[in-house]
């Protein structure tokens, strides 16, 4: 396949979970509280119900399903995209796709159901653990319709630490995922970076899978910054506009100044779908603070550990770009479609990336050589 004379490997394509999902995959021990969808329209958000409570919990808000129709209603609906949506996005879908984008392959990620058991505040531990392997086995099957193509990546649940650590054995050697990835908010009240969270970063480090850090505008945790923003008149916009990159910053800095990444220098991380035109910004920010205050015991400066074994995902359209591989280069940055969300350029993210004035030897990387290296695909 092939787009312009250039491979294409997608690090963050989406899937939208079916309604049967947990019916299906989850423990029987939990049958009895499978999670059920309560809005699946092609004018909707889709809201699961978990133990009686909405996800996201403004999913039945009007102000929410208006914001969202309005952004549907400036697109124009294909009768492929409506063939995608009526077989539930299946993965014969999503292959022709890729197909229509020019992707050779993709790295898939939740959408909603998938951050269940990951990120909801509150759930005992076993139950979270029962839906995230739920979520990790349904997309292991999704992606045996064309292994080649398509990539798990594994919902790992911070409520128990050791139950993360088993899960995330079970994702690279039973189920062959290409990564993982926790959820960038605290989840009962445990951040990643928390010592408490160490011995995981140890184990993944080890493992030798990546790590994807994968922003939220649902607002799952009872601590998600987003919640303050839920009752402004203009809500549906400030979430998203500010819950994608504001938590990657959050990340990045409590990644780098805790020392994670200083203590696991073969762990790999990337930072997803919340733009990268502010990443040169933060990384000056990082490093003139911590030459100032002194606080973190680090050997080399915040932005030396992001540049030595993160990436950060690029929107196909994004100005600034030019800007960004002037100042940090052109190694740590990927690129992502963000099929099949509303907001996404799709059939046409690919042939906005081209416009881009970049060197093919920028976009040979950012298309292909950086995502490939950093989940570890050699074909």
């Known amino acids: 396949m092939s787009k312009n004379g250039f491979r294409i490997l997608d690090s963050d394509l989406h899937v939208i979970e079916p309604g049967d999902l947990f019916t299906r ?95 909801i505040d509150g759930l005992e531990p076993e139950f979270a653990l029962a839906l995230c392997r739920a979520y990790n ?76 850090i994968h922003g939220t505008s649902t607002a799952p945790s009872t601590e998600d910054m987003t919640r303050k923003y839920l009752g402004h008149p203009a809500g549906r916009t400030l979430t998203h506009a500010l819950s994608f990159p504001t938590q990657m910053m959050a990340m990045i800095a409590g990644l780098t100044l805790s020392g994670v990444l200083e203590r696991h220098p073969s762990l790999r991380v990337a930072f997803l779908e919340a733009n990268c035109s502010w990443l040169p910004w933060l990384l000056y920010r990082l490093d003139d603070q911590w030459a100032k205050y002194t606080d973190a015991p680090l050997q080399q400066r915040p932005s030396d550990y992001f540049l030595r074994q993160c990436c950060i995902s690029v929107e196909a359209d994004e100005p600034g770009l030019q800007e960004v591989i002037k100042r940090v280069g052109d190694d740590n940055l990927v690129i992502s479609t963000d099929y099949p969300h509303p907001d996404s350029a799709f059939p046409h993210s690919m042939d906005e990336f081209f416009e881009q004035e970049i060197s093919d030897d920028s976009r040979r990387k950012v298309l292909w050589d950086n995502t490939a290296r950093f989940y570890g695909i050699t074909s």
């Open 137 to 212: 086995d349904w997309i292991a099957d999704y992606c045996k319709t064309d292994p080649a193509r398509l990539k798990g990546v594994a919902m790992l649940p911070l409520h128990d630490v050791d139950m993360a650590i088993d899960e995330a054995r079970r994702a690279v050697n039973d189920l062959g995922f290409r990564g993982v990835t926790v959820h960038c908010e605290p989840v009962n009240g445990r951040l990643p970076y928390d010592l408490e969270v160490e011995p995981l970063w140890t184990e993944l480090e080890r493992l030798g899978t990546s790590v994807g």
């Open 25 to 119: 995959y989850l423990d029987p021990k939990f049958s009895d509280r499978a999670p059920t969808l309560e809005i699946s329209d092609v004018s909707a958000i889709d809201t699961w119900v978990v133990d009686g409570n909405p996800f996201p919990y403004w999913g039945r808000w009007p102000e929410f399903h208006q914001a969202n129709q309005r952004l549907r209603d400036k697109k124009e609906v294909s009768a492929f995209q409506v063939r995608a949506f009526e077989t539930k996005f299946n993965p014969e879908t999503t292959l022709e796709a890729m197909d229509m984008e020019g992707v050779d392959a993709a790295v898939l990620y939740r959408t909603t159901g998938g951050m269940l058991g990951m990120a």
